[in-house]
């Protein structure tokens, strides 16, 4: 009997260098995840220092974006032409390079062309993380993985603004990118070990779907284009920005009908067919749009409501982190006593809760409302990455995997990208909603608005008692415009935080609506 187990293959057993190599991915991901965030904080001070108006300092994130969304759908083709090996190697070295011409730009210009290639180049660390952790390891082994994978992800969201802040306000702007370089070249040699040397497919460049990679490279640059600077240029009112739709609605529909034409599409988007995948894929949008938008809000709020500076904002973030960085790896053994379709429904419950404990915002709802809310969020976002990952693949075949993980990152990055451009819009339109209600409201008739305004007078007046300008009878004037200035001020601090609250409230009702949708998954035991 001992004889037959010994022969038995252990499916379990994974090999030093495919840790390694699992490993090496997850500081992929960590890397490229923690770019997207890591200007967040700082961008005044980079426009500042290289001479650059708001406009074009915006085009320090756009450009990233636009590179990155084009590179992840395609990887998985990439992979299967030039091997995973060379891909990542490539992918690593262009990445650390250009991290270093950002550090060193003389201007806004080569710092946008700069940010661009970093872009192109990190696009294909997160869906090929993605991707070693689901083919290297056996399928036992893939929610530990995931929960890798999750930190990775999620950590990277918190520590970007973090490190950021703290770099810019501590010693310069310019290290956030040199930032870079330790784990960049760590993966460069953990690759290098680990990665088996395959020989390319070349043959494949013959037949590649380069209508597809055109339509999709000008629809997905298009669309990213318009959600960036849609905002920032009273969005359809824009001319450009209407081109920028047209463009994306016609390209991505291209692309759409090339792929499902094709034998060997570039992605295989018939994988959205799928039962699981494709209800998970539709989460996993959604999952973007408000983790996006949040990781977005916070700051600004943080920022606009409670003036607080980039180092300030920063280490509000820390704990958001932190919880994330144990919650991942408890999952998988959440997932093992329960399964993973009840740990996907709480994780969006929990999700929603935390936003919704930020829906009576006031002035004093500073870190002590929001950090327990980050909290919260990041205890639910913990569960959603790694059960949902799990589940989206479940059953998929070893050769779909490459199309899979591009996908998949592609429908998050996107969410990803629309949440944010929702969420900014979504804050200016309800506050000029809110401050016009409340402005409505305010008569001169009203016992508070009396009591409130013969305070302000009586403050003021006691600053202009001795003045010049009192004793000649305009003092009295300079008091009612100034009331008037604080009264406006009043007003548009309420709106604003009002309109923080109802984003809050939106994005709550999301994750319960993604938890009703959990329901409609098929289970699947660890």
């Known amino acids: 009997m001992s004889d037959v187990a010994a022969s038995v293959p252990d499916t379990d057993h994974v090999s030093l260098r495919a840790w390694v190599a699992v490993l090496g991915g997850v500081v992929g991901c960590f890397m490229a995840g923690m770019n997207v965030h890591v200007t967040n904080a700082s961008l005044p001070n980079v426009r500042g220092s290289l001479g650059a108006s708001f406009e074009e300092g915006s085009w320090i994130t756009t450009a990233y974006l636009v590179a990155e969304i084009i590179i992840i759908p395609m990887t998985g083709w990439l992979v299967s032409v030039f091997t995973m090996r060379r891909v990542l ?11 270093v011409v950002c550090s060193l730009a003389p201007d806004i210009n080569t710092m946008i062309v700069a940010r661009a290639w970093q872009g192109a180049f990190g696009g294909v660390l997160i869906p090929l993380s993605f991707q070693i952790i689901l083919s290297e390891l056996p399928r036992s082994r893939h929610p530990f993985g995931m929960a890798l994978f999750a930190v990775a992800n999620n950590v990277a969201q918190a520590a970007g603004p973090s490190l950021g802040g703290w770099l810019t306000e501590v010693h310069d702007w310019r290290w956030i990118f040199y930032l870079q370089v330790p784990p ?10 680990a990665m088996p040397r395959e020989t390319p497919n070349l ?4 037949g590649g779907d380069w209508g597809g990679i055109l339509a999709m490279a000008l629809g997905l640059s298009a669309l990213q284009v318009m959600l960036e600077e849609g905002g920032r240029k009273d969005w359809f009112a824009s001319a450009f920005i209407v081109g920028a739709a047209v463009v994306a609605a016609l390209c991505l529909a291209t692309f759409v009908i090339i792929e499902l034409r094709r034998r060997n599409p570039l992605i295989n988007l018939r994988l959205l067919a799928r039962y699981n995948f494709g209800i998970a894929s539709a989460m996993q949008f959604t999952f973007g749009a408000v983790v996006f938008g949040v990781v977005f809000l916070v700051p600004n709020y943080f920022a606009e409501g409670q003036g607080y500076n980039a180092e300030q904002i ?5 704990p958001y982190g932190l919880v994330q960085l144990v919650m991942s790896f408890a999952t998988p053994r959440l997932m093992v006593w329960t399964n993973v379709r009840v740990v996907i429904i709480l994780g969006f419950v929990i999700m929603a809760a935390g936003c919704l404990m930020n829906v009576h915002l006031n002035g004093d709802a500073a870190a002590n409302v929001i ?17 949902l990952g799990v589940m989206a693949v479940d059953g998929l075949e070893k050769s779909e995997l490459g199309s899979a993980s591009g996908l998949f990152s592609t429908v998050r990055n996107v969410g990803g990208a629309i949440g944010i451009a929702v969420a900014g819009q979504f804050v200016v339109d309800r506050e000029t909603f809110h401050a016009s209600r409340i402005g409505e409201a305010i008569t001169p008739y009203s016992p508070a608005f009396r009591i409130q305004w013969l305070a302000w007078v009586h ?13 000649q009878g305009k003092g009295a004037a300079i008091v009612r415009e100034q009331a ?7 007003v548009h601090h309420q709106a604003l935080l009002m309109s923080y609250s109802d984003a809050f409230l939106v994005a709550g009702d999301a994750m319960l609506a993604c938890a009703l949708f959990g329901l409609f998954l098929r289970k699947r035991r660890i």
């Open 371 to 387: 950090v327990p809310s980050l909290v919260v969020r990041g205890i639910g976002q913990s569960f959603i990455v790694v059960a």
């Open 484 to 490: 008037m200035a604080l009264l406006d001020r009043q």
């Open 314 to 318: 920063g280490l509000t973030m820390i």
């Open 184 to 193: 960049g070249l760590l993966l460069l040699g953990a690759i290098g070990w």
């Open 203 to 206: 043959e494949r460049l013959r």
């Open 459 to 471: 403050d003021l007046g006691h600053r202009y008692a001795d003045a010049h300008a009192l004793l």
């Open 89 to 99: 190697m490539v992918g690593t070295g262009g990445f650390v390079v250009f991290s």
